[in-house]
Structure formats: structure tokens, C-alpha cells
């Protein structure tokens, strides 16, 4: 298993995350989103009839995020061989089993990408797509482009809970229990925000210009998605979101003591932005503690700020953010 799995992600995988998309539509409101299948129409795909299925992929769906080569037999036959693969075939039939009808996603990002449009922060009509990418990497679950106004999501990362047979591929329970489709219209939303958030040199960012950042993200989701739990935006447990709601106070006084807001060392503060089950500088706690802070001092600074959308998402200056929000949880 973890040999087939390690070949595909060397060989083929590479090619197929950029070559992902096209095919078949699901129906759909013709002004609003429309998520193109790229698995189901490869997967059901006959392997002589790739190359003219190729053509169609990659007249369906154009972006950069693509690279789809039907005329290169190479390419071809790396994209039959990845079909046809016992394991990565049982991935997609478990994928289908729970996302062979998307309307449901459609309906939820038309509406949101809607309300991004009527915000006026640049964000237009994006084209999706799905794919099965036959391993698992849920960091990169989805990927956005500003300019083509594409994305793309693995949706086989969001059937990881349901792959026990597999031991969810040696990924830890709680990225399991992340792999649901109740994360899903709000992730993807998320990506694309962060495609239009201006962000400061890398090479003097610090924690709290990515706590804003992110804060940016998931102001951006109570806009275009108001009727979305708190919880599934920021990626929480119910238990989760208690503890961070009570705790509040708290983790930002830790910030504050450990003088770690200015802080520029990634290794120092990594422990509070991470993917993880809990915090470890707090017990029984949430993770990404910088997030939900970020979301509150947001918050407060639009509220006194009265700034639009773009002139927020332009905004670099965190410490002027923080200043004129006058958080104080």
C-alpha cells in the first residue's frame, strides 16, 4: 500500500495535481457556480478514449492551475495507469459514495461568491473543479488563482473519515475528523479570500500580522456567509469553540506576556497557528488560538474603522488594525 501510494505521489501525482480538472457540470443555475467533475469523468473515462477526454478537460476548464497534455502518450498513459490502480480506484468509489452530487456545494458558493461580488474587494465569479488525487495532503486540499479565478479541490480529502480502512493513511484522527463536507463551501471560500489578502514581506512577517490575516479570512466568511456556524468557518469542535470563547482573555494575556504578537521567529509561535488537536501551551484547549483572536480584533476594527472590504484586505499595517480596534477581550 505505502509503496503504490509513494509512486504515485513521485511519478504521477505532481503532473495530476496541475493537470486536475474539466469534464462533466453538474446542473445548475447558468449565472452561478458550476463544478466541473474532473474525477468522475476520468475515472469513468474507457483508457482509449483519454486522449479525446483530455482535449475536453482542458477545453472546460481553463486555468493555470492545469496542465493537461492529450496529444503526450506519456502523459496519457501515467493518467491510465493512475485510473486504473486498485487503491486509488477504491478512494475514488469512497469518494463517491458521499460527493457523486455536488448541487448541494453549488448552491452554497453561488450564493456566497454573490455576496463577495456586491462587497466590491475583487473577488469575481471563480470556476471550480474537483479532483481524486489518491493520497492524502490536507494542507494543500485546495488551491486557488486570482488571475484565472480558478480553484481546485482534492475532494477525496474530504472523505478521509470514511477511509478507516486505509488507518486514514497515517494521518492523525483529528485531521480525520477535519475531512467533512461541513468544512467544505467555507474552505474553499477561505482559499480564495487569501488570494486577495495583501500580506507584508515574508520576510518580516510576524505572528500577529498572520494572526490579522487569517482574522481577514474569517471576517471575509461572516460576510459571505452569515448564516454559517462560527465554529465550521475558523474549523472548530463545538468543544472546541466553548473552550476558545471562555478562554479567550486568557490567550491573549498569554500573547501579551510572552511578548509574541511583534515576534518574527516562526519557531516561537508555530505552536498557536498549527494544524493540531489542542495548544499545548493551554490545557484540554483549541488549536489555532492566533485565528480566533485575529477574528475578534478584525471584527472590532471594522466595526470603528467602517473600512470596505478591499480597503481591508489591502491593509498591511497590523499593528495600526490592532490599534484602532481597541481589542480588549
Same mark, same amino acid.
Request: overall charge negative; charged content about 25%; proline content about 3%.
Given at each position: ?5 509513494? !509512486? ?86 469512497? !469518494? ?14 453561488? $450564493? ?41 479541490? $482534492? ?30 463551501? $467555507? ?143
Amino acid at each position: 500500500m505505502k509503496t503504490i501510494i509513494k !509512486t504515485l505521489i513521485c511519478s504521477i501525482l505532481p503532473t495530476l495535481l496541475l493537470a486536475a480538472c474539466g469534464g462533466k457540470v453538474q446542473n445548475g443555475d447558468s449565472n452561478g457556480v458550476h463544478i466541473h467533475r474532473y474525477e468522475q469523468a476520468m475515472f469513468d473515462t474507457p483508457a482509449e478514449k483519454l486522449p479525446d477526454a483530455l482535449k475536453a478537460f482542458k477545453n472546460g476548464f481553463d486555468s493555470p492551475l492545469l496542465n493537461i497534455y492529450p496529444d503526450d502518450q506519456q502523459f496519457v498513459a501515467q493518467i491510465a495507469d493512475f485510473v486504473a490502480d486498485a487503491t486509488v480506484r477504491d478512494i475514488y468509489n469512497i !469518494t463517491q459514495q458521499h460527493y457523486a452530487d455536488l448541487r448541494w456545494l453549488e448552491k452554497e458558493l453561488t $450564493s456566497a461568491m454573490k455576496k463577495a461580488r456586491a462587497l466590491d474587494c475583487g473577488i469575481d465569479q471563480m470556476q471550480v473543479a474537483t479532483f481524486v488525487s489518491g493520497y492524502f495532503d490536507y494542507g494543500n486540499r485546495i488551491l486557488a488563482d486570482r488571475e484565472s479565478k480558478s480553484v481546485v479541490v $482534492s475532494i477525496d480529502q474530504y472523505a478521509l473519515g470514511w477511509m478507516e480502512k486505509y488507518s486514514w493513511f497515517g494521518l492523525p484522527m483529528y485531521i480525520a475528523e477535519l475531512s467533512d463536507s461541513a468544512f467544505l463551501a $467555507s474552505d474553499i471560500m477561505a482559499e480564495m479570500a487569501r488570494q486577495f489578502i495583501a500580506m507584508p514581506d515574508e520576510k518580516n512577517v510576524t505572528m500577529l500580522d498572520l494572526m490579522v490575516s487569517e482574522g481577514k479570512v474569517l471576517y471575509f466568511l461572516d460576510q459571505v456567509m452569515p448564516r454559517k456556524e462560527e465554529r465550521l468557518k475558523i474549523r472548530y469542535s463545538e468543544e472546541q469553540m466553548d473552550w476558545m470563547r471562555a478562554n479567550e482573555s486568557h490567550v491573549w494575556a498569554y500573547f501579551i506576556q510572552n511578548d509574541l504578537l511583534y515576534e518574527k521567529d516562526y519557531n516561537r509561535y508555530h505552536n498557536f497557528t498549527d494544524e493540531a488537536p489542542k495548544t499545548n501551551a493551554f490545557k484540554d484547549s483549541a488549536p489555532r488560538t492566533t485565528q480566533y483572536i485575529g477574528w475578534q480584533i478584525v471584527r472590532k476594527y471594522m466595526e470603528n474603522s467602517k473600512s470596505t472590504m478591499k480597503e481591508l484586505f489591502d491593509n498591511t499595517n497590523s499593528q495600526s488594525i490592532l490599534q484602532i480596534s481597541k481589542y480588549k477581550p
